[in-house]
């Protein structure tokens, strides 16, 4: 479900554009069919597709968790209401400061990712005089042939390579103020494969009992990644949940029985929200150049990067013309407005005949849009997002103003109180 033509162009008539849409409704629908498939997972919302905060608080107000990879991604979860003890903090960089927060704050675990940031969460620890909950990630030895995966069974600067388990296990043992409270393990993105999943799964489990054997420690949580996939062109076909959920449900049983306390885990970004956003963008002006029609929009690949970037991509999106035209359709370049011949997020896509102050509407894109473009490459800055819930509409995030562009540019002097806090990180 999307939303309708009407609804976008009301909101488009009212803001402006280039904007992004979100869909309440179906983003709390999304949730509520994850958790009726697969009842005995512990959902995780990953910020990195979208941060925004109500995009944050409408899921997390389902009762899922949130996974975050830096400071403001912390930040956006507190201000969006999220407990600190349903956050789990991810990412292979963590600065001093960001370990301090998430000690402090208390979250549910600080996903370690090398054996130097465990010596450093445990120097921290000690200091504030509290036991931190860990969680190892592995980058495990296993991959699942076949599979479109990118993030393990090779070289890579994410988790702990498995080989070096037991002397992540032996570090955190000999710790102070340490205790190892989860595994987690992500394979890679854009999983369409119910199977793959499974088989994921499995060994990851599997790798959660090497553990429990090693460690003798009872983990609070094992995180079996996530990444599932979400189709966007004709070539591709939509996650089948349902059966996901009947294949998954006796391997889930099964470990559950094995270590009744340990929670299963599962984080996803793309899944939860791509399908509930809609890019909008308006033609300026319309050309043909040397017999190909071009339609410029005020927004393209710098609010929408994925719609422009690989050829499949291209394709991929659905791209549509909102509200009704009579005509027959002719193929249109439509191209953003960056002085790079990269911007164009559709080539000779087949719609009716466009004109200047048409809408176009690109679906099945709340995912990886404004936070993961090059929104400010020639200046042009955020869009604004607005919020769709039944009948209200509520704007979510402003466009970019003068003071927002200009204000951090202002020169000053060096050496305020505000450069010092960056010197101060023990070695
Ligand atoms: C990117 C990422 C996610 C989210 O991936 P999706 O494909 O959007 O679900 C989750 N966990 C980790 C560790 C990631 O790096």
């Given at each position: 479900m999307t939303l309708p033509d009407d609804i976008l162009t009301r909101v488009a008539d009212r803001v402006g554009t280039p904007a992004f849409v979100y869909d309440a409704v179906e983003l709390r629908h999304g949730v509520a069919r994850l958790k009726f498939v697969l009842?005995?997972?512990?959902?995780?919302?990953?910020?990195?597709?979208?941060?925004?905060?109500?995009?944050?608080?409408?899921?997390?107000?389902?009762?899922?968790?949130?996974?975050?990879?830096?400071?403001?991604?912390?930040?956006?979860?507190?201000?969006?209401?999220?407990?600190?003890?349903?956050?789990?903090?991810?990412?292979?960089?963590?600065?001093?400061q960001e370990i301090e927060l998430a000690i402090s704050l208390g979250l549910k675990?600080?996903?370690?990712?090398?054996?130097?940031?465990?010596?450093?969460?445990?120097?921290?620890a000690a200091r504030k005089g509290v036991c931190q909950r860990v969680a190892l990630r592995i980058n495990p030895s296993f991959h699942?042939?076949?599979?479109?995966?990118?993030?393990?069974?090779?070289?890579?600067?994410?988790?702990?390579?498995?080989?070096?388990?037991?002397?992540?296990?032996?570090?955190?043992a000999e710790a102070d103020s340490l205790r190892l409270s989860g595994l987690h393990v992500y394979m890679g993105t854009r999983i369409l494969d119910y199977q793959v999943i499974v088989e994921n799964s499995r060994d990851i489990?599997?790798?959660?009992?090497?553990?429990?054997?090693?460690?003798?420690?009872?983990?609070?949580?094992?995180?079996?990644?996530?990444?599932?996939?979400?189709?966007?062109?004709?070539?591709?076909?939509?996650?089948?949940?349902?059966?996901?959920?009947?294949?998954?449900?006796?391997?889930?049983?099964?470990?559950?029985?094995?270590?009744?306390?340990?929670?299963?885990?599962?984080?996803?970004?793309?899944?939860?929200?791509?399908?509930?956003?809609?890019f909008l963008a308006r033609v300026r002006y319309t050309k043909i150049s040397k017999g190909k029609r071009f339609a410029i929009l005020d927004g393209g690949s710098n609010c929408h990067s994925a719609a422009g970037q690989a050829a499949?991509?291209?394709?991929?999106?659905?791209?549509?013309?909102?509200?009704?035209?009579?005509?027959?359709?002719?193929?249109?370049?439509?191209?953003?407005p960056l002085c790079t011949p990269t911007d164009v997020i559709a080539h000779d896509l087949k719609i009716q005949n466009l004109e200047a102050r048409d809408l176009i509407r690109v679906d099945r894109s709340g995912a990886y849009g404004p936070t993961a473009s090059p929104v400010n490459f020639l200046s042009f800055g955020m869009p604004i997002e607005v919020m769709v819930d039944g009948t209200e509409m509520v704007v979510i995030r402003e466009r970019l103003d003068l003071a927002g562009y200009l204000g951090p540019q202002v020169p000053r002097p060096l050496e305020r109180d505000e450069d010092r806090h960056q010197l101060e990180e023990i070695a």
């Open positions: 009842p005995d997972v512990d959902f995780f919302y990953s910020l990195k597709a979208n941060p925004n905060v109500s995009v944050v608080r409408t899921l997390t107000s389902q009762g899922i968790g949130a996974e975050v990879c830096s400071l403001f991604e912390i930040e956006a979860c507190l201000a969006a209401g999220v407990a600190p003890e349903r956050i789990i903090f991810v990412g292979p960089a963590k600065s001093q675990a600080i996903v370690a990712e090398s054996l130097p940031e465990l010596k450093l969460i445990d120097t921290v699942t042939p076949g599979a479109r995966l990118s993030m393990s069974g090779k070289a890579t600067q994410f988790g702990i390579d498995e080989t070096e388990i037991e002397a992540a296990i032996a570090l955190i489990l599997a790798l959660a009992r090497r553990v429990t054997e090693i460690s003798g420690e009872i983990l609070d949580f094992v995180d079996i990644g996530g990444g599932f996939g979400v189709a966007h062109g004709d070539h591709e076909a939509d996650l089948d949940l349902e059966r996901l959920g009947e294949v998954l449900a006796p391997v889930l049983r099964a470990a559950k029985q094995d270590a009744p306390q340990t929670s299963i885990a599962i984080e996803l970004g793309r899944y939860m929200v791509a399908r509930a956003g809609s499949s991509f291209r394709r991929n999106f659905p791209i549509s013309l909102v509200g009704a035209k009579t005509g027959g359709e002719e193929p249109w370049s439509l191209a953003g």
